[in-house]
Each structure stands twice: as C-alpha cells, then as structure tokens.
C-alpha cells in the first residue's frame, strides 16, 4: 500500500501545448458536448414549458396565420413522474456510454471534471492535464446548452437543485453517488488488472450514473459532475446551490480515487516522471 498522495503528478509547462494533450482536451469537449446534449436535452423535453411559440407564414394578413401554446413537451409534469425519471436517467446513461467510448482511446473518456479530479488524486494524470481537461468539459457543457437553447427555440435549460432534502443531506448524496461512479471508472477502466473487464467500461460507467439518477435524482437531480451543473447553471445565469455539484462530487471523487489506487492496485513499477505524458 503506498502513501496517499504520494503518486500525485503536477507537470511541466510545455505539457499544455504539447499536440496530444490538446487532442485529448478536444476529445473531452466534444464527449462531454454530446453527453450533457443527450442528457439536459431530455430534461427539457421532459420538463420545459413554452409560454408561447408562434408560426407564421406570413409576416401579414396570411389566413394560414396560427399561434400554438404549448406546456410541458411530453407530459404535465413529466419530469416529476416515474416515465419522466428513468427516461431522463437512461438519457443520461446511453449519452455517458457514447461519450465515454468515443474518446477513452484519446484522452481516457473521462467526459466528467469529478472522473478527471479522482484519475489526478490517483497520479493517473498531471495536473496540468486536469486543467486542460476542466477547461474542454466545462466548455463542452456550456456549447451543448447553447445549442439546445437555441434549436428550442429559446427554451431554459434546466437547472440542478434541492428538492426534500436539506443541504448536507444533499451534498451526501452528491458524494455518495460519485463515490460510485468513480470507483467503477478505476474498478474497470483504470485498473492495470482489469484485462477483458475493459471492454465493458463504457457500458458499466452509463449503467451506474443511470442508476444513481434513478436513486438520487428527485433529490438532487443526481448530478454527480460539475459540468452537468455548470453548463444550465452558466446559460440561465441560477446559482442556487450550485456548490454542491463541486463540492460533493469532488470530495466523492477523491475518496474513491485514493481507495482504489491506494488499496486494491498493486503496481509493478514507479509512476511516470511529470515530463511524460
């Protein structure tokens, strides 16, 4: 067992222009782009009200002139209801599962500032890669709100809060879930053991967000990444709470990641000097 935080990497200066970091840091934008499109495209369709959306194909005195108003996409409510729930967590996982296997040959798949921060604690990568990565995530989540505001035509993009919960209770559940989420990541994506178990990491990585989704979002929306918080949070300008999606799933993220590498892998070799990456 070696000391925690002993394995932890910070980098040199010419790691973040170096070709293959870059490559990296765009992979991750684009995997997060589609995930956080797939998954907060969901929740609009789910939730989201439209005040007033009018057609016309005439700017005048056309009689084909009409005005629609719609409420809530899908369902009343939808996104309260148990339909609305697992769709908007299978959403969420299918979007993960795709994020995460496009690019886990690229940049590792992380798609997930909290993933990204627990492989840092574990000396998986440098911290100057965490920042490259954090930038292409956050930003990725951002662009995909962007565009699902505009091609709804203006609709609001859901924002992760409380509901039944207090705040510590919530920022548990944020840990808890995370907690998961990463220890799966390590268990059968970062593991040097895990042999043919890698195959199904991507599939493994959506199947618990989707379930955690299940557990923990009608109490806190059941993020378990910032970027999911971040991107609504930044296009509707609602901070509300908004720490806990930092908070709790970085906290959860470091604990498993100094569990996992500090207890169940044995390494054969020392870590890689700042200089490789």
């Not at 920022?171 to 053991?193: C, H, N, Q, R, S």
């Not at 609602?238 to 799933?249: D, L």
Request: charged letters at 10%; glycine letters at 10%.
């Amino acid at each position: 067992m070696s000391i925690p935080f002993s394995r932890i990497a910070w980098g040199r200066p010419e790691e973040a222009s170096h070709p293959d970091a870059l490559k990296a840091a765009l992979a991750e934008f684009i995997s997060t782009l589609i995930f956080i499109f797939a998954g907060e495209g969901s929740s609009i369709a789910f939730s989201a009200s439209i005040t007033a959306l009018t057609r016309s194909l005439s700017l005048s005195s056309s009689p084909h002139s009409s005005h629609y108003f719609i409420t809530n996409k899908l369902t009343d409510d939808g996104s309260t209801t148990p339909a609305g729930l697992v769709a908007i967590a299978l959403a969420y996982g299918f979007g993960l599962f795709i994020g995460v296997s496009v690019s886990a040959n690229i940049s590792g798949g992380h798609v997930n500032p909290a993933v990204t921060f627990g492989a840092f604690i574990g000396g998986n990568i440098t911290f100057l890669r965490l920042v490259l990565y954090w930038i292409a995530q956050l930003l990725g989540s951002t662009i995909a709100c962007l565009l699902l505001k505009f091609t709804t035509d203006g609709l609001s993009t859901p924002v992760l809060t409380l509901s039944s919960v207090s705040v510590w209770d919530g920022l548990v559940f944020e840990i808890v879930m995370t907690f998961g989420l990463v220890y799966t990541v390590y268990a059968t994506a970062l593991d040097p053991k895990k042999g043919t178990l890698g195959t199904i990491a991507p599939l493994a990585i959506g199947l618990i967000v989707a379930a955690n989704a299940l557990a923990g979002g009608p109490f806190t929306g059941a993020a378990m990444n910032p970027a999911v918080a971040f991107g609504p949070a930044l296009v509707s300008w609602t901070w509300t709470y908004h720490w806990i999606y930092w908070a709790g799933p970085l906290i959860g993220a470091a604990i498993a990641g100094l569990i996992y590498e500090h207890i169940f892998i044995t390494r054969t070799h020392e870590r890689l000097p700042t200089g490789e990456f």
